[in-house]
């Protein structure tokens, strides 16, 4: 059914077109052989009927939403690599998330795991397999070429989902500490990067809601804020 309504669209198609055809020709043949018009006239004449006949073929051919979301993709494309704040600040924000969840430093997520779990090397492996991936995304956000929105919004998309990814190991390390003894040190480091990330995540949401406004397309924020620790009991004379 959907092959024989097919042919039949094709053919009134090809119908069109070639009347269409034979409208024209017969238009300007009778302009060329018309003594009372002047050259000048039937010139400009042909030329209005050409113009409109190939818009009559473009509109029997269904070319006209191809043109116009080509040339809404390329007017969005303009408007994302001229935006003064766009493109800078995903690079910016690709390298704070970066800093503040997979980098070996002090408050970072990965030096967290390792200091609230101690010998349990799980979840700081898997962290550590998450910032490999993770350097993709650093070296895609660094390209010099010009951006489109498909490809720009898929990068956000994809830095914006390690937010839901890592809410499972959010989610397993509030119980572990929530049995554990740890010091105040330690809780007051969690407090900062707690602060770092809840920030992050709403930068990333701002950044998302300027894409909607710019190139018609957003990216979703997984996950949650990260909460306050509740340990077991803090230990005030350790200092880590």
Known sequence: MNVWSGSQEGTATRIGIELAAVAIL??????????????????LVVIVIIALEVILILALLGLFPRIRSWWQERRSQRRLNRSPMLV???????RRTKDTLYENRVGSLLNLARTFT???????????RYGRAFEGLVSLSNITSRWDRIRFTVLVRSVADHFGILQ???DRAYPIVARAQVSEVSVATWETFREHYNQLRSDWQRLSGEMLKVIGLDAEVPGEPARSLTPIAIDRLRGT
């Open 26 to 43: 017969a238009i300007i043949a009778v302009l060329v052989f018309n003594p009372t018009l002047g050259a000048a006239v039937t010139a």
């Open 88 to 94: 800078e600040e995903m690079r910016r924000l690709v």
């Open 118 to 128: 101690e010998s349990d090397e799980s979840l700081p492996n898997e962290l550590l």
């Open 168 to 170: 499972s190991v959010l």
